[in-house]
């Protein structure tokens, strides 16, 4: 079985900080991915940033990046200079390789103060 | 960019109804998954397919059927309406080699 733990059901940073969320996973496949979702009030589903596990680089998209720690089942995100924008619930996200679902922890509210 | 759309955004049924919802992928992407959200829960990995065919299947109920079109939409079929089926359900796309999850805006059901 797959998992995927957060445990920070809520988070806050201030405008302009920085800010990381923590997830950990768990799966007996070597290949797999792992991805952060945003899902703003709106409840729009936005993919921010992929993790392939075979990858040793830790995965950059302009303000996000992630530390991917393999050994320690760790995939963390962090957020850089923090805008009123990020505000929103994030997922962490596992999809096995031989599997098509995401498999996804129980979500981060992040607020961001002005 | 053109992204996933479905129909309705809103739907308002009562128990033991039926109901339909439509999923039309982003243009190229073969590869449709279907996701239940509860209210305050994760998404829930529902049922996919590739190419028209079944490629994985997760907790959808019996009463929950689903195919994928020859012009790659998609439908979720839902019978029997429960309350418990009150939810925002998603369906995402991906193109080949099926890396990413694009998710659409949501169809939110109400089941009264």
């Known amino acids: 079985a797959q998992t995927v733990t957060q445990s920070q059901p809520e988070m806050s940073v201030q405008e302009a900080e920085t800010v990381t969320l923590s997830c950990t996973y768990d799966?007996?496949?070597?290949?797999?991915?792992l991805f952060w979702y945003k899902q703003p009030p709106s409840r729009q589903m936005i993919l921010v940033i992929r993790q392939e596990a075979y990858k040793q680089q830790n995965a950059t998209e302009n303000r996000f990046s992630v530390n991917f720690q393999k050994a320690a089942k760790s995939f963390s995100l962090k957020i850089s200079d923090s805008q009123l924008g990020d505000a929103a619930m994030y997922f962490c996200a596992l999809r096995g390789g031989g599997s098509e679902k995401l498999v996804f922890g129980k979500g981060t509210k992040l607020t961001v103060n002005p | 960019a053109a992204g996933v759309i479905q129909s309705p955004r809103h739907l308002i049924k009562e128990k033991r109804e039926t109901a339909t919802l439509k999923c039309y992928p982003i243009p190229r992407h073969d590869t449709v998954y279907w996701y239940q959200q509860g209210p305050g829960q994760d998404p829930q990995f529902l049922i996919s397919?590739?190419?028209?065919?079944?490629?994985d299947k997760g907790s959808i109920p019996d009463r929950f059927s689903a195919q994928q079109f020859s012009d790659y939409h998609s439908e979720l079929n839902m019978s029997s309406l429960e309350l418990g089926d009150s939810a925002l359900y998603f369906c995402a796309s991906s193109p080949s080699p099926r890396l990413e999850q694009y998710f659409g805006p949501g169809t939110r059901l109400t089941v009264t």
């Open positions: 799966t007996s496949e070597s290949d797999y991915y």
């Open positions: 397919f590739y190419e028209k065919m079944q490629s």
